[in-house]
């Protein structure tokens, strides 16, 4: 039996326009999410876990150590997770009024603001690969989103004008959010939306708080988002499998051993809509401001945090297949590219990728 992890819209909107394409779990993990509905359950030497946060579900998996009985007080455990993930709700999201980057997004323009680590630790993940992927990568990228039809509003009746465009571009631009150590400003009224890197943050920060309780073997995954540590229950690295790219009934490209790693995944084939004969992307490129035309149907992330891999996977989605790749080759980023290729897809992956090739 196999069970797609969905994609679940957890802010406001996407800023970064992230379709975050089912990473399939193995067999194991799969385990693990039907068995949901018995919150802690333990078997004898692991453990599953599931909640909701950030507008979505999580889904953990703890493993003993060499097969012996797994001791640990699932509810206190529990408990633990969801308190820190309201504090990155508290602190990240664009839903809650209250919420410091919502503070930061009113504060007057050219005014430091001083933010708690995680909030600058996640703006300084997406600074630099902002600066790096030249843009595509971009936190800011709300106002463009919304012209398109892809956030809260409803879809437009036509295509943005080029003056449209233009007005929402001076809205935008990563480059209007200056960081200094422990305060930022905006040197703009740009909105600052997190949709793109926070998922992936709050798997880091439970797989940390995970090995400081000190368990050595987990899968943490919110949303699609992962993060393995250790081995599986079977005492294997963790399998985690690629979605074929189709838009009905999309089965397992191949499935990927992940083991002290995370994975993302991005893709442009479910979320877009057709007007006058054209389709067009959800996937919107900040750089032109408008949605991508390329032929990238989805890419795959491995790096050491899940809050890397999110948000490399929606700035080299934005690139497409040959820029996408020479910056990956570049960066030396574990990539994996599944490409439309007329009525079938082939598939890419970067130097780094190898160990992971099927």
């Not at 919150?39 to 599931?50: A, C, F, I, P, S």
């Not at 946060?53 to 997770?81: F, R």
């Not at 890197?197 to 988002?225: P, S, T």
Request: aromatic share 8%.
């Amino acid at each position: 039996m196999t069970l797609v992890v969905k994609p679940v819209m957890m802010f406001a909107h996407k800023a970064i326009t992230k379709t975050r394409l089912a990473l399939l779990a193995s067999f194991l993990f799969i385990g693990a999410l039907l068995a949901a509905c018995d919150t802690g359950t333990v078997e004898r030497d692991h453990l599953k876990l599931t909640g909701r946060t950030m507008g979505t579900s999580y889904h953990i998996t703890l493993v003993s150590a060499d097969k012996e009985p797994l001791e640990v007080d699932a509810e206190a455990l529990q408990g633990d997770i969801d308190k820190a993930l309201q504090l990155i709700n508290q602190l990240m999201s664009t839903y809650i009024d209250d919420s410091e980057l919502m503070r930061f997004n009113r504060a007057p323009v050219d005014e430091w603001v001083t933010l708690s680590a995680p909030l600058m630790e996640v703006l300084q993940i997406s600074q630099r690969i902002s600066v790096a992927s030249d843009g595509a990568f971009d936190i800011t990228v709300g106002p463009l989103v919304n012209l398109w039809g892809f956030g809260p509003e409803m879809r437009p009746e036509r295509v943005p004008s080029e003056a449209e465009l233009a007005e929402a571009r001076d809205n935008t631009g990563f480059g209007h959010v200056q960081l200094n150590t422990t305060r930022a400003r905006r040197t703009a009224p740009v909105q600052v939306d997190l949709s793109a890197v926070a998922k992936g943050y709050g798997v880091d920060w439970i797989a940390d708080l995970l090995v400081e309780r000190g368990f050595a073997n987990f899968m943490v995954e919110i949303g699609g988002e992962v993060r393995a540590a250790g081995l599986s229950p079977r005492a294997t690295p963790w399998r985690i499998a690629i979605e074929q790219p189709e838009l009905i009934g999309g089965g397992v490209r191949f499935a990927l051993e992940l083991q002290d790693k995370a994975v993302a995944t991005s893709g442009d084939y479910r979320n877009y809509y057709e007007m006058a004969g054209v389709r067009y992307s959800h996937t919107i490129d900040p750089v032109t401001a408008k949605p991508i035309t390329h032929n990238l149907a989805s890419v795959t992330v491995v790096a050491d945090t899940a809050a890397h891999a999110d948000a490399w996977a929606t700035a080299l989605n934005v690139l497409g297949p040959e820029r996408g790749m020479a910056l990956a080759n570049a960066e030396q980023l574990a990539v994996y590219m599944i490409v439309k290729d007329g009525e079938g897809f082939r598939d890419l992956h970067s130097q780094a990728f190898a160990p992971f090739a099927p």
